[in-house]
């Protein structure tokens, strides 16, 4: 799952999404058609399911990095970033108690002071024990580059955002019974893993587009090629 720096993040994880369909594939031809063995293979399926969050995890992180990286190298002034970023990056200087500190934010050292933002931000909503929500999703977004409610763009034929939000929190709730019990909460089925593939692939779409076209109007420059739902991920 590692990637080079600043490569497409949605091509990214299309490719990890391939490694989780490969799971898919292993339990087909682990069971076949032969009676009784299906109930052996369902470790599979877990293991999907944690890769499969896995996968959206990286992708988030990858997607955030990237564009932070474009946003800063592409603006002159840090009067081009939005007030939510600015006052967010700003404030643990205020908050510190030493005057002085705000003298970071002379010559060039504010782009310093963003970079330093952005560390803060990534330990806080996409740690080890933070799994990108929705909510997190939200807040990392519009801390970092000021993108207010991006889950708001997780819409598609028959998917509302709220719909989005709630499979994608189903899903990570999940992911954490398996991981941190062991037994997952229900039995987890391989039409289960196909569609939250499914779900993560148009979730991930959307979040790229979204955030793509924030780029385009902040910095006059498409960052990346916009992005359309692909069923078959090996295509």
């Not at 705000?102 to 990534?122: E, I, T």
């Not at 709630?166 to 954490?176: A, H, N, T, V, Y």
């Not at 779409?205 to 991920?233: D, I, M």
Request: glycine share 6%.
């Amino acid at each position: 799952m590692g990637r080079r720096p600043h490569i497409y993040p949605h091509l990214n994880l299309w490719k990890n999404l391939g490694d989780v369909d490969r799971l898919i594939e292993i339990h087909e031809k682990t069971t076949g058609k032969k009676p009784g063995r299906k109930h052996k293979v369902e470790v599979l399926n877990k293991s999907a399911i944690v890769l499969l969050v896995a996968c959206w995890e990286a992708f988030i992180e990858d997607l955030a990095e990237d564009a932070f990286s474009i946003l800063l190298s592409r603006i002159k002034v840090h009067g081009a970033l939005p007030n939510k970023v600015l006052a967010d990056a700003v404030k643990p200087l205020k908050d510190s108690g030493n005057p002085t500190d705000l003298w970071k934010l002379a010559g060039s050292g504010w782009k310093d002071v963003l970079r330093s933002h952005q560390s803060s931000l990534f330990e806080r909503y996409t740690g080890k024990l933070n799994t990108p929500r929705p909510a997190q999703v939200d807040q990392l977004y519009e801390s970092l580059l000021g993108v207010k409610r991006l889950s708001s763009n997780w819409r598609w034929p028959r998917a509302t955002p709220d719909k989005a939000r709630q499979r994608l929190s189903d899903l990570i709730e999940l992911r954490g019974s398996i991981a941190h019990r062991v037994a997952a909460s229900r039995k987890v089925l391989k039409n289960d893993v196909r569609g939250s593939i499914d779900l993560i692939n148009h979730i991930a779409v959307e979040t790229s587009n979204a955030v793509r076209n924030f780029l385009l109007r902040v910095t006059g420059k498409e960052p990346w090629p916009e992005f359309t739902y692909k069923k078959e991920l090996t295509s």
